[in-house]
């Protein structure tokens, strides 16, 4: 399987509703991002990442593809992950300007692209690659009916949705008002009207301080809130730690950490309780492995952010023991050809080979925008 050819390209895939919005960040597309490397003999490989569709942002991981990391694969054996990964990823010159960010974003697309690769070389789809499914089912979490632009009659109304027509018994809320009392009575109306066997998540993506999240759990706890995501800034160990210790809520996290080395000072710290990665910070599946399996040494559950990663996330959560549940943000499964499904709450597991990552004709021709 020696690399023919490294090309970048780029999506913009509208929404499945006019616009999102959580504590920090309003939407109306999301960017698919990625490589699709070809071989010798014209196999095909699609890795992406997902972005806010920020075409300048874009492009710039489009450029690290091209430029800097495309002329160290061609002609080299795409079967070569782990060799290849470090060739990139502790690339000097890369690694002088890297470690986080673009060249980690666009270093997962590459690595995505080459387990895609693999898994279609040898005929199967990627969680039997990596050694079979260790689950016979696998519960999905539902987060697109929780967003914070979604007024509280429309919230409930589609909690009660997901809950009596979809299947679903597990949802997540966005919680980061200016004043958390607004997210207390968002929280107490979804819990009244879908009842006490449904579990219910919070995801404050980053906005609050360790004050106001000890007041705020403090008030939370009698809602039965199964965890509480990304309560404060990303990389904040002390400020986890210590909100852990205060409170019986569990803490989650892992979707900004961009190393493994990072998501060991939050385990080490006893910070997180549920342990979230994401092969699109980290640099692709190949480091998402390392991860999943300290957290798993640590007993840890751990639970991949989506938002947009089901496609490869499936894959991931199906084959790894730790794993018990995977988030459902059904934004851009149609660009697939396999894509991601969902039985009454439940996710189907994925049949072709690969990864799941291979672009559909229509999807390229409807979303595609110039690198």
């Not at 070389?121 to 079979?132: D, F, Q, Y």
């Not at 919230?155 to 679903?168: K, N, P, T, W």
């Not at 207390?184 to 993506?205: L, Q």
């Not at 597991?349 to 799941?356: K, L």
């Amino acid at each position: 399987m020696r690399i023919r050819s490294v090309e970048p390209f780029i999506l913009h895939a509208p929404l499945n509703t006019d616009s999102i919005s959580d504590s920090t960040h309003t939407i109306t597309h999301w960017g698919v991002v990625g490589a699709r490397i070809v071989t010798e003999d014209g196999l095909e490989g699609f890795g992406f990442t997902g972005t806010h569709a920020h075409l300048p942002s874009d492009r710039l991981v489009t450029s690290c593809i091209a430029d800097c990391y495309a002329p160290l694969l061609v002609g080299e054996d795409a079967h070569d992950g782990d060799r290849l990964w470090l060739k990139l990823a502790r690339n000097p010159a890369l690694q002088w300007v890297g470690r986080a960010g673009i060249t980690q974003i666009a270093l997962a697309a590459i690595d995505i692209a080459l387990w895609d690769l693999r898994a279609k070389k040898a005929g199967l789809p990627l969680w039997k690659l990596l050694g079979g499914a260790t689950k016979e089912r696998l519960e999905a979490y539902n987060t697109d009916i929780g967003w914070l632009s979604i007024p509280r009659d429309r919230l409930v109304e589609g909690s009660l949705r997901a809950i009596e027509q979809d299947g679903f018994r597990r949802l997540k809320l966005k919680v980061g008002h200016e004043d958390p009392t607004a997210d207390i009575g968002r929280i107490e109306a979804v819990r009244r009207a879908v009842g006490p066997s449904v579990t219910i998540a919070i995801d404050a993506n980053g906005k609050w301080d360790l004050p106001t999240c000890q007041r705020f759990c403090a008030r939370a706890e009698a809602l039965d809130v199964f965890w509480f995501e990304e309560p404060m800034w990303y990389d904040d160990v002390a400020s986890h730690a210590a909100l852990a210790r205060s409170t019986s809520i569990p803490v989650a996290l892992g979707e900004q950490l961009y190393t493994a080395e990072a998501f060991d000072a939050f385990i080490q710290a006893g910070a997180v309780h549920y342990v979230q990665p994401d092969v699109t910070r980290l640099g692709g599946i190949t480091e998402y492995i390392q991860v999943a399996h300290t957290a798993h040494s640590h007993r840890l559950p751990v639970v991949p952010h989506v938002g947009e990663m089901g496609q490869i996330h499936v894959h991931l959560a199906y084959w790894h023991p730790a794993s018990p549940m995977l988030e459902y943000i059904p934004w851009i499964k149609d660009c697939f050809a396999e894509p991601i499904r969902i039985e009454a709450g439940h996710y189907a597991r994925p049949q072709m080979p690969g990864a799941g990552t291979t672009l559909t004709k229509a999807a390229i021709e409807a979303h595609s925008k110039p690198c």
